[in-house]
């Protein structure tokens, strides 16, 4: 059984039985027969559903964004924002589609040469909670629209969104089998991703299903993408604008909770103006409003009891280690699954928060002698998924920015992917793209034909 908690208030609110070994199969046979037919469906056809999928999506989005929230715990607001980025990538992959699945002509030494690019078929997305529907859409919206067919293994504690998407797409008129929820655990998983009829793997998580799922991929020679964690660097040079840019370090740790992967976790600032910057964040942090997600509030309830204790244990051994706790520092004590925005300084390298991902609202503040020591601190991590430069001076971090080791780095802005722009990681942050064309062509077949 899967079992969702409120996060708000710990209750379970519903549970969700896991499918049988025999359903788990027709499901796949389904899929197969179900791309047998899509995978010759008219791009016209494919655009009018997925139109469709666009208007729905608007219609419930009052409804999906308080399931979101009731499940996982971001606040309303949020949750709504969300549905909203859907929206616009659907719209915008919906408009580009032609564009990017127009065969490609080659001057060869040949009569004729071109690329032709095709749908692979099934395709599994083992998805995390942080962003249920976000994470979800934005794989499957490109690759129903180019034929591939979807299986979703949900992360268990958002089963209600992962049903809700399946009712989506058949609402919205897609054939039966072309986007379909597997209510499984990650147990199963294997045995998905050995099915003959599964082509390919997306996982959207951590480092551990990541290593997991690529491996038992690999020995099926079936291709993956990981979109893996991070713990980005926030990058403050002396010269930056320092109270817009506080205020922008704010949102960028503490939306979701601190619970994105491309939020930024280590503030690293160059001396000059550490102090400064720490105090004006300081004061931000104080007047943030904790509270019931449904409410008009800035930071809601971890997700789960576990992930709160894992942030709790985190800052617990970094203090031990040195760290100073400037604010917050603790759960909160209420029901659910509250945590202190927190502000640590004094941060070295072989504490928790300096080497792993703090998946909660725990900012590291982390002191650099120059610009040069920042980019080295910057990359001093296992992962590299994002990053973020704040100066006047744009010259200077354009340069920087071909020296951080990441898949985006961002200029005075704060890391938010756009569907236009490819976005992923390198190191332990994972591999291949998503979004945009880039993203499109991670599932295809890119057939050379050549006519002599
Ligand atoms: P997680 O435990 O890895 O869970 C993610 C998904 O993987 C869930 O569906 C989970 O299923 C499944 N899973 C877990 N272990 C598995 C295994 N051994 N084999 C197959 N599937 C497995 O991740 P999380 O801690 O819930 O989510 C947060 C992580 O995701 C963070 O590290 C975050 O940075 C990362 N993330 C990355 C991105 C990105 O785009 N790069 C975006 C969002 C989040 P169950 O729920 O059933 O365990």
Redesign the pocket.
Known sequence: MLVSINPANGQKRAEFPELSDEELSSKLDLAAQAFSKWRFSSLDTRKDLMNKLIRNLDIHKDYYSKLITTEMGKPIRQSIAEIDKCITMAEVYTNDIDRFLQDEYVNTAHKESFITFEPLGAILA??????PFW?VLRFAVPNVLLGNVCLL?????VQGCARELEKLFVESGFPLGVFQNLPI??AK?EKVIRNPHVKAVT???????GA??AAIAGSEIKKTVL????SDPFIVLADADLMPVCQNAVHARLRNAGQ??TSAKRFIVVKDVVEEFALNYANYFRNVVVGDPMGDVDVGPLASEAALREVELKVQKSVEMGANVLVGGKRIQREGFYFEPTILTNVRKGMPVYEE?I?GPVASIIVAEDEDDAIRIANDTKYG?AASIWTKDIQKAKNLARKIEAGSVYINAVVSSDVRMP???IKK??YGRELSLYGLREFVNIKTIIVE
């Open positions: 083992v998805m995390p909670w942080n962003f994470q293994k949900h992360a268990s504690n655990t990650a998983v996982l959207t998580g951590s480092e551990a299903a997991s799922v979109e893996l964690g991070g994105a992967c991902e998946f998924l976005f992923g990681g942050s994972g």
